[in-house]
């Protein structure tokens, strides 16, 4: 059923399978990952809730999509962009409900009613969408899982295993309850809510909002809490610095150094007098720059926060604002993740290395994350713990403004951007008055020497770090943010000479750019284009000298076995690298389809090539789901009319292939190879840098 707002819907799962809506998974988001845990605990939440609330509706979550047009297909299709585990796995329910649910069962008829097939596919991930279909026809054909989704074949026996038992709980159970009430509920009374984003949105912007929302809220505080119960109640003046700073480095989305709750002369002791200095050396000194402020402040245990919610009230985060802040632009810069996900960076960038591994940058893991860490700590360990996490927190906090991208919004405009805060004393370059401005981080005219090419080092560390992200833009799991903020944690280095510095000098330019490419290289070498991919950690954290690299790795520059998209990006990085005169304007963007430039089903049947050619990476590129639905079937002439606008092309390789096919007039077979040829060679060049 659809509320008044046309673009949410709430749909029961039968309505869900029944209507003729279809979903694609996009190549940018996760496999699928659900575990047992997960699965059971999904099931048995609905048989828990179907026994004590029968009468009500359980909703289950939302689906987030962006709905495409597809000339291919008669039905709606919509882009996932949140909740593809969750649809996923009630594909996989649906599919074990087929060939498990006996005929006797009650609810076995209306199963059939309402579904026929799974209603979801995935972008460029043939063996995910072998296995759903071989799951749906499973019974019928002998399953081939040589090639499977191992995580959704195995998703299927857990389903089989957890309806079982759940069957055989309402066998021999006390309650007049049955299995096939249950199954009715689950599939009439579980209501998702499916919200679509407005057409047109600026994908950009949606990310940005959508990675940087509020609903963890609840946890930040309450971990907070737990930390200040940490510290001792004799202890005012620390547990009031902690909480000042706890609540500048939760304002996520401008620069911590202008927070209202740091005063003048405090902000010039721990940021130096330019405000682009990190000073303090441990948390003892970053204390004592709090000391001069010493009003104590009220805070509530986390007893209070779990058993007595209005006490909150009583907390007092007032400060007075500075006078040079008064001016302070809250919506000009919007950060890349939110506080949760940037506070389980700061745990995992804190802890031992030999401890990194059990850090997930998963969110909705923030409080257990921070639980097993201290768990086996006594008093005194954990008070230390509190203070020197803050301290650290900080002190990347400050690193993440300074040397990470955000998004800047002045001028009607928007675009990616590596910028410090610079505070200017008055009568300094004539000035009247004391104020701040940003400006870019890096001195521009230095300038790379790599394979003899003059681009702004500054402009190659924004576009590679704006190619991480557009890479990998969903909020969790983003590992190349967790491998920088570790680099900079680790280089970063206060020198007093920086006070009297136009540019800080904490981080040297070259060093970091070159970390960069070496990541860029070690994701691709180690775990995309290699055989056996390594986890993130082990190629962030260790030695990967005696690790096979790079085997056999043009088996994964062809359609269906490209595992990420930063693939895509890096060659569109090689380009632009090599030619900076040519790929100014060029900035990445929130790219999801890979489009085959010569069509796989062109209008014409007789037009069709060979797979081996057609699917090889000389004839994809990476463009939006809206360009690729709505010109997927056109041949490559058609398409370049489409583009004549430069502005509407969206990487540059797709321009490379234009321009090749503007200089040689057709794009067939020859011109596919040839092109497939090139990209070969950049990548091995690049691969072999190491």
Wanted: net charge negative.
């Amino acid at each position: 059923m659809s509320n008044n707002n046309e673009l949410i819907d709430f749909l029961s799962l039968r309505e869900l399978f029944l209507s003729d809506d279809r979903y694609f998974i996009p190549v940018y988001q996760r496999n699928y990952e659900w575990q047992e845990k997960h699965i059971s605990q999904l099931l048995n939440d609905v048989r828990d809730y179907y026994l004590e609330e029968e009468d009500k509706n359980y909703y289950i979550g939302t689906l987030i999509v962006n709905r495409t047009k597809n000339s291919e297909y008669t039905y709606n299709t919509f882009e996932t962009i949140d909740g593809q585990q969750r649809l996923t796995t009630f594909n996989i329910i649906a599919c074990a409900l087929k060939f498990s649910l006996k005929n006797e069962n009650l609810f076995r008829k209306e199963f059939d009613s309402f579904f026929k097939q799974p209603i979801l596919k995935f972008e460029s991930r043939i063996f995910a969408d072998k296995t759903l279909n071989q799951l749906h026809q499973f019974g019928k054909i002998s399953p081939d899982f040589s090639n499977a989704n191992t995580k959704m074949s195995e998703g299927f026996e857990i389903v089989k295993h957890v309806l079982k038992s759940i069957a055989e709980d309402f066998k021999t159970g006390q309650s007049d309850r049955s299995f096939s009430g249950y199954l009715h509920y689950l599939f009439n009374a579980v209501i998702l809510t499916r919200v679509q984003v407005p057409q047109g949105i600026d994908l950009n912007h949606y990310f940005e909002i959508m990675n940087t929302r509020g609903e963890q809220l609840e946890k930040h505080e309450v971990l907070k809490s737990r930390l200040l119960s940490y510290l001792s109640s004799d202890e005012p003046a620390i547990r009031e610095a902690f909480n000042k700073i706890w609540e500048a480095c939760s304002d996520i989305h401008n620069y911590v150094q202008t927070h209202p709750n740091f005063s003048t002369a405090l902000r010039n002791n721990i940021f130096g007098k330019k405000w682009f200095s990190f000073r303090p050396k441990n948390y003892q000194s970053l204390f004592l720059n709090f000391k001069e402020n010493n009003n104590t402040e009220i805070f509530i245990s986390f007893t209070d926060l779990v058993h007595n919610k209005s006490k909150l009230s009583a907390i007092n985060y007032g400060t007075k604002q500075n006078q040079e802040l008064d001016e302070r632009d809250n919506d000009r810069f919007h950060s890349i993740i939110n506080f949760e996900n940037f506070l389980l960076h700061a745990l995992k960038t804190y802890v031992a290395d030999d401890l990194i591994k059990n850090i997930s940058l998963d969110d909705k893991r923030l409080l257990t994350n921070f639980e097993s860490y201290t768990k086996d700590m006594s008093i005194e360990e954990k008070n230390k713990f509190s203070k020197k996490f803050i301290f650290h927190l900080l002190k990347l906090r400050f690193l993440f403004d300074q040397y990470v991208l955000k998004r800047e919004y002045a001028n009607n405009k928007d675009h990616w951007c590596l910028k410090m805060i610079r505070y200017y004393m008055k009568g300094e370059n004539g000035r009247t008055n004391a104020s701040f401005n940003y400006v870019n981080t890096f001195n521009e005219r230095k300038f790379s020497t790599l394979h003899n090419i003059r681009r702004s080092l500054h402009d190659e560390t924004l576009i590679l770090l704006s190619m991480f992200h557009v890479s990998n833009p969903t909020v969790i799991y983003k590992n190349w943010l967790f491998a920088v903020l570790n680099y900079l944690n680790k280089a970063y280095s206060y020198e007093p000479s920086s006070e009297e510095a136009d540019k800080p000098n904490g981080i040297e330019l070259t060093d970091y750019c070159d970390f960069l490419r070496n990541t860029a290289t070690h994701f691709l070498g180690y775990r995309y284009l290699n055989e056996q991919p390594y986890e993130y950690d082990d190629i962030i954290i260790f030695d990967m000298d005696d690790c096979t690299y790079a085997t056999n790795w043009k088996n994964y520059l062809t359609y269906g076995n490209i595992r990420n998209n930063l693939v895509f990006n890096y060659i569109d990085y090689l380009y632009w690298l090599e030619q900076p005169t040519k790929r100014n304007d060029f900035e990445f963007s929130f790219r999801s389809s890979v489009e085959h430039f010569y069509p796989q089903n062109p209008m014409i049947d007789k037009n069709k090539i060979e797979d081996k050619v057609l699917n090889s990476i000389g004839n994809l590129c990476l463009i939006s789901a809206s360009k690729n639905s709505s010109l997927s079937n056109y041949m490559p002439k058609a398409k370049a009319d489409h583009y004549k606008d430069s502005n509407s092309k969206e990487s540059i390789k797709q321009s490379v292939m234009l321009e090749i096919l503007g200089t040689e007039k057709e794009w067939n077979k020859s011109q596919i190879e040839k092109h497939e040829k090139e990209i070969f060679e950049k990548i091995e060049t690049a691969l072999n840098c190491i």
